[in-house]
């Protein structure tokens, strides 16, 4: 088993509401979170990407090779890069991510030497309100949305619990 390190600055930093820590994460399409990352308040989501990609193994039931590759990456503007679809192109996963309207005025800009419009499954981005909600279900735990904790491994303690009521929540609902 990996031990978790005490990052440097705590999993804090300075944003627009004072100290405050980010969580990333990935869920599956019933808000079941499946990686958790920290990192700090200013950090911005794109560069966090390619870790929570890296970090996604969802062991098979009955054994075999864990899956690492989802069909589809459903996200926001903010992971729209041009790292961020090579990567997804790379791994065979369809993005579901809009093209900010910076990228495409630039893209418009440089006429055809711009490349093709971003391709986006207008449905499967509907979808997207399920990672909204996921982090809503996150904050309404009050430690969560307050950040008591000095330490980011409490801190990243209490979102692994969060994250396990949500998961038994869940299987609870199946029959």
């Known amino acids: 088993m990996k031990l978790l390190e005490e990052p440097g600055d705590h999993a804090i930093g300075r944003s627009r509401g004072g100290l405050t820590t980010k969580i990333h994460h990935l869920c ?11 990192g700090p308040g200013q950090g911005g989501d794109s560069p ?4 929570l990609l890296e970090a996604l193994k969802v062991p098979k039931l009955g054994g075999g090779k864990a899956r690492s590759r989802p069909d589809r ?16 192109r790379r791994r065979g996963i369809q993005a579901v991510i809009p093209e ?10 440089r006429g055809s ?11 499967a981005y509907k ?9 809503n279900v996150f ?37």
């Open 28 to 38: 599956d399409g019933k808000m079941r979170p499946l990686v958790i990352l920290l």
């Open 127 to 135: 979808r997207r309100n399920v990672v909204e909600r996921a982090f």
């Open 73 to 88: 990456a459903l996200a926001d503007k903010a992971y729209s890069s041009r790292a961020n679809r090579e990567l997804l």
């Open 139 to 175: 904050k309404q735990w009050r430690g969560l949305a307050t950040r008591y904790d000095k330490l980011a491994l409490t801190y990243r303690g209490a979102v692994v619990l969060r994250a396990i009521t949500v998961w038994l929540k869940v299987l609870g609902d199946t029959p």
């Open 100 to 109: 900010r309207s910076d990228q495409e005025a630039n893209r418009k800009r």
């Open 113 to 123: 030497k711009g490349g093709r419009p971003v391709g986006l499954d207008k449905d």
């Open 48 to 51: 966090m990407f390619p870790n």
